[in-house]
């Protein structure tokens, strides 16, 4: 049986990004190469000018994205109306990873800060990953509860700071 290159019909360059890419994306870290050339065809690459919407707040997602490069706004309705700032991401930072294991809404906007390259990764893909490649699939499914768990514990630090004390 002849190996089929997971790669067919991509473009060179695109396809050396995205390898060279997820060696610098936290949620990646630890894995060799190898394994990181199992990963990329699961991924998508694209480009956003600056302003562009990557997704708004409220609307439904089933993609998580990672920075590749350049930077993303990131930022809630605020009650009143008007945004609020709430990040700004930079090369190697991923957002929106709830939508990757949740059905909820979009908690966010998420405005190109810049031009900006992106990669990202659909939930019917990280299923199916997780289908074809259990072991390294339940790797990456651990990596996202960690940082998903991380930004709670920063959330959940905030709110403390900002609430009233309890007498």
Do not use: W
């Amino acid at each position: 049986m002849i190996a089929r290159d997971p790669y067919a019909g991509f473009h060179e360059s695109i396809a050396d990004i995205v390898r060279q890419s997820l060696a610098r994306i936290s949620l990646f870290a630890g894995m060799n190469q190898d394994e990181l050339d199992i990963i990329a065809p699961y991924l998508h690459y694209f480009d956003v000018q600056e302003g562009d919407v990557v997704f708004l707040e409220g609307e439904l997602g089933d993609y998580m994205c990672f920075v590749v490069q350049g930077s993303l706004d990131v930022s809630k309705s605020g009650p009143r109306g008007g945004q609020k700032l709430l990040a700004v991401l930079k090369q190697g930072d991923s957002i929106g990873e709830m939508a990757v294991v949740d059905d909820f809404p979009r908690s966010a906007n998420v405005i190109a800060a810049q031009s900006t390259r992106l990669l990202t990764l659909s939930r019917r893909d990280f299923e199916t990953l997780l289908q074809q490649k259990p072991d390294l699939g339940i790797r990456i499914l651990v990596a996202l509860i960690r940082m998903l768990s991380g930004n709670l514990r920063k959330t959940s630090g905030k709110l403390a700071d900002t609430m009233l004390p309890v007498i």
